[in-house]
Nanobody, 115 residues
Framework: QVQLVESGGGLVQPGGSLRLSCAAS????????MGWYRQAPGKQRELVAT???????VYSDSVKGRFTADRDNAKNTVSLQMNSLTPEDTAIYYC?????????WGQGTQVTVSS
């Protein structure tokens, strides 16, 4: 079991940046991957980025080159640096911990990109 708490969401203008953080209640190294997903109104939850226990990253095509995921195993945190934001990035962003049997989710943090 692990609790995940996201922070850092908010309102930002197009072209701006935000940094999301996810704090885990226990060590994250044992999870095969940590990830960020998002869900926009009326749409399904979609992958944004994953980062493995060794630091390998995978990004969706829609955020590649703009978003950067990283993790700090010593602090049990993962982050998502989001640059060049567009209104299409507006969504609730969820932190995910992928175990070998179970997935764990945070409560989400709202990101709104609007002028």
């Amino acid at each position: 079991q692990v609790q995940l708490v996201e922070s850092g969401g908010g309102l930002v203008q197009p072209g701006g940046s935000l940094r999301l953080s996810c704090a885990a209640s226990r060590d994250i190294f044992s999870f095969k991957a940590m990830g960020w997903y998002r869900q926009a109104p009326g749409k399904q939850r979609e992958l944004v980025a994953t980062i493995s226990s060794t630091g390998s990253t995978v990004y969706s095509d829609s955020v590649k080159g703009r978003f950067t995921a990283d993790r700090d195993n010593a602090k049990n945190t993962v982050s998502l640096q989001m640059n060049s934001l567009t209104p299409e990035d507006t969504a609730i962003y969820y932190c995910n911990a992928a175990g070998f049997l179970l997935n764990y989710w945070g409560q989400g943090t709202q990101v709104t990109v609007s002028s």
